[in-house]
């Protein structure tokens, strides 16, 4: 089966005005907030991971016609049916969210560092050309800056590789860069400058020396 | 309704407790919002050490402040000068710093925004009414991993008599994503 992502938007040709909104606003609305509430309390019980929500969410096959609760709502209910949670035999949460430990469990956050298994293969400064190919499952290299050459700004420490997490492989840390790449190397000589530098945070396995 | 009908199910099956679901969305709709970044900013402008341990080592000198946690775990603050303006967006999804920001807008987790941000940020900050000299340069954070960033605005000229509450009111949500400014001292 292939993997398609409708959520890989940069770059691409989307004329809509952007539509601001004031400070406070961020809820439009009432079930909104249930929704991301449901979503932020299912972390704890071990059923999914960030990057699993995210592959679910990118290939709902009408991302772009949802809101963005709607599709959190939508990818919520799709985990829930594909890990039995609403079946007879629903398997045992790892850990419920109950109320009194709800500050305590945001402040711990859910670090994506991790020991890394080898020394980092490229050093600041270095110039890399990301992978051309669009792989087969979640990934998070932007088309964009699919095999493009850029430069190693900051070094980040292993991390959770999605690639592999979100299909439920295994965490398999990897190096983690910052990679910064010229305006005309991302979008050709046509496109009007701007005297702008992009830069993503690409994992080890997207880059190969340039 | 999808939502309460879902939310029962998994309280029935025992992963939900809705007691928890109150207490999470009182804490993104009281607690945990831009005026957190903004507190972290007028340190940063009236405390020289701290300007420089933010942009060393952000997630501890903001965890100094009380707003570490979920969604700021791997923070790094980018700061804005005449020659340089940082602009963030998430072409992706919609990563962003919550522990600092709070919950996004809708804007920058809409198509127009995440599509345009990297390709046109001139024109994108145009929509936002924020003009910048020829000759600054703009550099994008695409947040494409678990690192969260967070813009450091230039201090607004005029403000060396305020305090640091004074300057936090001067700090906008926009200016912290880089697609605005911070308001001028009255």
């Known amino acids: 089966m292939t993997y398609r992502s409708h959520a890989d938007l940069g770059g691409q040709d989307v004329r809509d005005p952007i539509v601001q909104e004031a400070e406070g606003d961020v809820f439009h609305a009432p079930w909104e907030p249930r929704v991301m509430a449901l979503v932020v309390a299912m972390g704890p019980t071990g059923l999914s991971n960030i990057d699993m929500n995210r592959a679910t969410r990118e290939t709902l096959p009408n991302y772009r016609d949802l809101t963005y609760y709607q599709i959190w709502l939508a990818a919520l209910e799709k985990l829930a049916l594909q890990n039995g949670v609403l079946s007879e035999s629903p398997p045992a949460p790892k850990q419920v969210q109950h109320a009194g430990d709800v500050m305590a469990r945001i402040k711990r956050g859910w670090p994506a560092s991790r020991p890394a298994a080898g020394p980092a293969r490229f050093s600041l400064g270095d110039r890399v050309r990301t992978l051309q190919r669009e792989p087969q499952h979640h990934t998070r290299l932007p088309g964009y800056a699919r095999g493009k050459v850029g430069v190693i700004e900051k070094i980040h420490g292993a991390h959770v590789f999605p690639d592999t997490n979100a299909h439920g492989m295994g965490e398999a840390p990897q190096w983690l860069y910052t990679v910064a790449f010229d305006e005309k190397e991302l979008w050709g000589d046509t496109a009007p400058l701007q005297r702008s530098v992009v830069s993503v945070d690409a994992f080890e396995p997207y880059l190969e020396p340039a | ?186």
């Open chain 2, 1 to 186: 309704m999808r939502v309460r009908a879902l939310e029962a199910q998994l309280t029935e099956k025992g992963y939900i407790d809705p007691a928890a679901l109150d207490v999470l969305i009182d804490a993104y709709q009281t607690k945990i919002g831009p005026r957190n970044g903004a507190q972290v900013v007028a340190r940063a402008w009236r405390d020289p050490e701290f300007r420089l341990w933010l942009l060393k080592d952000a997630t501890a000198a903001i965890a100094s402040l009380g707003f570490a946690g979920r969604q700021g775990e791997h923070m790094v603050a980018v700061e804005n000068t005449p020659e340089m303006h940082n602009m963030v967006v998430c072409t992706l999804c919609s990563c962003y710093p919550w522990a600092v920001l709070g919950l996004p807008p809708t804007w920058y987790k809409s198509a127009p925004y995440r599509a345009r941000a990297v390709k046109d940020p001139r024109g994108v900050l145009k929509e936002f009414g924020v003009e910048l000299p020829a000759s600054t340069q703009i550099r994008i954070w695409d947040s494409t991993a678990e690192v969260r960033y967070l813009v450091l605005p230039q201090r607004p000229p005029d403000t060396e008599h305020l305090s640091e509450q004074e300057l936090a009111n001067l700090v906008t949500r926009d200016s912290m994503i880089g697609t605005g400014l911070p308001n001028s001292a009255a």
